[in-house]
């Protein structure tokens, strides 16, 4: 997949790792759609970089979302690259005897159900292209869960074998299924957590990503997701007591 030309739409594009996806694929030349909720951030990474354009969106609610695609299909009809990057996590536990269901709903509802959507709609869109690509940013927690964030790590395993069975029904498509796994990268989602656990930077994780996209590596396993993969087929105890309280 070249990384020149394309019209990307990055959700959650205004911070983190969708903000350096965004810059990176400007960068290479291409157009780049960022959303989120938070207008302050997206206008900023519009403000700094004239390939960057920004549209507020909760791709949760419904009505947003179908907003979003209405407004892509009409002033982007070349739309060639989906990445669906927007993400949240909340650390609870079905022990104690809080209410959750509100953040269940959230991470349900913005990690998974949100993409499967998003990917549903612009899908005749993407078909179009001669060349297109749905990007899923999952996470190592897809492989071994951690203990304080069930839910996130359940959305996560999901969009990881959602990916796979898509990159099957799609393969006779101009369409390629790209999944990017990274373990810990420093962003607001991780403030304050893993100090020496190897964090990386969200611009370190795109270098390896636009690598793998450049070269059609379809699952790209980045830094210690690498380790994890390799630990868990042959230690899988280990790797699970590792990530257990991570
Ligand atoms: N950081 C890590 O160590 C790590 C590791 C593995 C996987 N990941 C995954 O990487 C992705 C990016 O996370 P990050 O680390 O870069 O954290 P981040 O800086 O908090 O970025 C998350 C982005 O998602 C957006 N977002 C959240 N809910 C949204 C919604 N309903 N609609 C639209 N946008 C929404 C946020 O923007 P608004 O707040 O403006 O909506 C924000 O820009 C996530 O899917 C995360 O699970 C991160």
Redesign the pocket.
């Known amino acids: 997949m070249k990384l020149s030309d394309n019209t990307v739409l990055v ?9 350096a996806l965004a810059r990176a694929f400007a960068l290479h030349g291409s157009a780049v759609i960022v ?4 207008s302050n ?2 206008m900023a990474a519009q403000k700094e970089n004239p390939a960057i354009v920004a549209f507020s ?5 419904d009505k947003e979302q179908q907003r979003l695609v209405e407004h892509i299909t009409q002033q982007y009809p070349n739309l060639n690259v989906l990445i669906n ?5 909340h650390n609870y536990d079905f022990s104690d005897s809080d209410d959750h269901t509100r953040r269940i709903d959230e991470e349900v ?3 998974l159900v ?1 993409h499967l959507k998003l990917i549903d709609r612009f899908l005749p869109l993407l078909t179009k292209r001669p060349s297109a690509a749905i990007v899923n ?5 897809a492989l071994v869960p951690k203990q304080s964030a069930p839910v ?1 790590c359940a959305t ?1 395993a999901a969009m990881h074998n959602f990916t796979k069975a898509l990159r099957y029904q799609l393969e006779d498509t101009s369409v390629k299924v790209f999944e990017i ?10 403030k304050g957590r ?1 100090k020496g656990k190897g ?1 990386i930077t ?1 611009e370190a994780l795109t270098a390896e990503a636009l690598r793998g996209i450049a070269s059609d590596r379809y699952e790209i396993r980045i830094g210690k997701t690498k380790v994890l993969f390799a630990l868990n087929r042959f230690l899988p105890a280990v790797a699970e007591r590792i990530i257990r309280n991570g």
């Open positions: 959700t959650g594009g205004g911070s983190g790792i969708g903000l959303c989120g909720r938070d951030k997206l969106c909760d791709i949760a609610d990057n927007a993400g949240i996590q509802s913005i990690n949100a940013v999952t996470s190592a927690l996130y996560k796994i990274p373990a810990l990268v420093d962003t607001e989602m991780t893993g964090k969200p």
